[in-house]
Structure formats: structure tokens, C-alpha cells
């Protein structure tokens, strides 16, 4: 599971991932670390009985400005290390830094795999957010002008922003009839589609 809280509050609710995580569904085995960075907190949620760490989802780069977060695999990794000429020994998400900084925001048609990429530059404030091409990791997110909250846990973000709201049927009728496939059963919530990203700024989005 992996949950980020872009920007400063969600007016009136939510003001960082601190006061919702607990609300996600998460079984026992699951360890969530909360990490506080630059304009962003992020919760991680780890099984304890796979041999990941932090650096197998996250990847900070200081002095080139970026932070990476990873939720899923990169299937392709050694030909990508090949072809870009790179160290064997990073991790995925150093992998991902890499190639975007090489080929620019495109370098995911390179990959093959099944992911949610989130890319932020602080000093720029400046995010992309990836879903892999067959969509088999799921991400979904909310904004306003303030904030950009997004998490692969769909059910959990939709419960953290409940509040007041009614239950949204539609996405449940799509075996019966068409429906808007970016519809989640909250209607403030929105499915990033397979194959699509998104880019923005904690106050200004643009979806691509």
C-alpha cells in the first residue's frame, strides 16, 4: 500500500496522512511507516514476511531535487540498466530517477512491469503520478486547490473521505452497463486510468 499527502491541508478535513492512515485497510502483517518529506508525507505500507525495505518504494535524491516513490515492479530492469548505461546495484526506484532525469517525463513507455509511479521535484513543486499499461496496480486520487491526496488503497481513500457523503452506486453497475471507469464509490475520488499519468502542482493538476 503506498498513500501521499501533496501540499499543506485538505480544508476542512483531512491535513495530513497522520490523521487517515488509520482509517486504510491494512491486515496485521502489514507494517505502515509514515515518512515526512519536503511538502510531502508518505505512508508505506510493508508486508513483514517479503524481504522489502524503504529503498525497495522510495528514493530521495537531494541534490538533483526529486523524490520517487515506487508501488509495484519493473519487470524489464536489466535491459534498462544496459541500455542507459547504469549501476547494477540501484535500487528500482533510484532506476526510475535515473531514467526520468535521462529521458524526460516519456521514459515510462519504456517500462514493463506493473506500477503506480509518483515523481515530485519540492523546489519546483512539480509531481507526475503513473499508472502501469494494463492498469494491474491500482491508484486512485482527490484534489482541490490546496492539496493532491492519492493512494493505491482506492476503498480506504474513498472511507477517509466519507464524511458527509453518500455512497456513489455507479461503479458497481459496470458488469451490467456502461459507466465512467475513473468513477469510485466516492464521488470526490477518481481512478487514474491504465496507461495514463498525471501532472501538476500541489494547487494547479493537468491530467494527460
Given at each position: 500500500m503506498l498513500s501521499v499527502f501533496l501540499g499543506q491541508k485538505f480544508p476542512g478535513r483531512v491535513t495530513s496522512l497522520k490523521l487517515c492512515r488509520s482509517s486504510f485497510c491494512t491486515p496485521p502483517e502489514i507494517q505502515v511507516k509514515q515518512i515526512?518529506?519536503?511538502?510531502?508525507?508518505?505512508?508505506?505500507?510493508?508486508?513483514?514476511?517479503?524481504?522489502?525495505?524503504?529503498?525497495?518504494f522510495l528514493f530521495y535524491d537531494q541534490t538533483e531535487g526529486i523524490i520517487v516513490l515506487l508501488y509495484g515492479n519493473i519487470y524489464n530492469r536489466d535491459s534498462?540498466?544496459?541500455?542507459?548505461?547504469?549501476?547494477?546495484?540501484?535500487?528500482?526506484?533510484?532506476?526510475?530517477?535515473?531514467?526520468?532525469?535521462?529521458?524526460g517525463s516519456e521514459f515510462v513507455k519504456d517500462l514493463n512491469g506493473d506500477f503506480v509511479i509518483f515523481i515530485y521535484m519540492p523546489a519546483k513543486d512539480e509531481f507526475y503520478l503513473y499508472?502501469?499499461?494494463?492498469?494491474?496496480?491500482?491508484?486512485?486520487?482527490?484534489?482541490?486547490?490546496?492539496a493532491f491526496v492519492f493512494s493505491t488503497?482506492?476503498?480506504?481513500?474513498?472511507?477517509v473521505f466519507s464524511e458527509g457523503s453518500?455512497?456513489?452506486?455507479?461503479?458497481?453497475?459496470?458488469?451490467?452497463?456502461?459507466?465512467?471507469?475513473?468513477?469510485?464509490?466516492?464521488?470526490?475520488?477518481v481512478k487514474l486510468l491504465p496507461g495514463h499519468y498525471q501532472i501538476g502542482r500541489a494547487s494547479c493538476r493537468e491530467r494527460v
Open positions: 515526512e518529506l519536503p511538502n510531502l508525507t508518505v505512508c508505506v505500507g510493508m508486508n513483514s514476511r517479503l524481504p522489502y525495505g524503504l529503498e525497495d534498462l540498466l544496459k541500455n542507459y548505461d547504469l549501476d547494477e546495484s540501484i535500487s528500482q526506484p533510484e532506476l526510475i530517477s535515473r531514467l526520468f532525469q535521462q529521458a499508472r502501469d499499461h494494463k492498469g494491474v496496480a491500482p491508484v486512485a486520487y482527490v484534489a482541490d486547490k490546496e488503497d482506492i476503498i480506504g481513500l474513498c472511507s453518500q455512497v456513489n452506486v455507479e461503479p458497481l453497475l459496470a458488469e451490467f452497463r456502461f459507466v465512467d471507469m475513473k468513477q469510485t464509490p466516492n464521488k470526490e475520488i
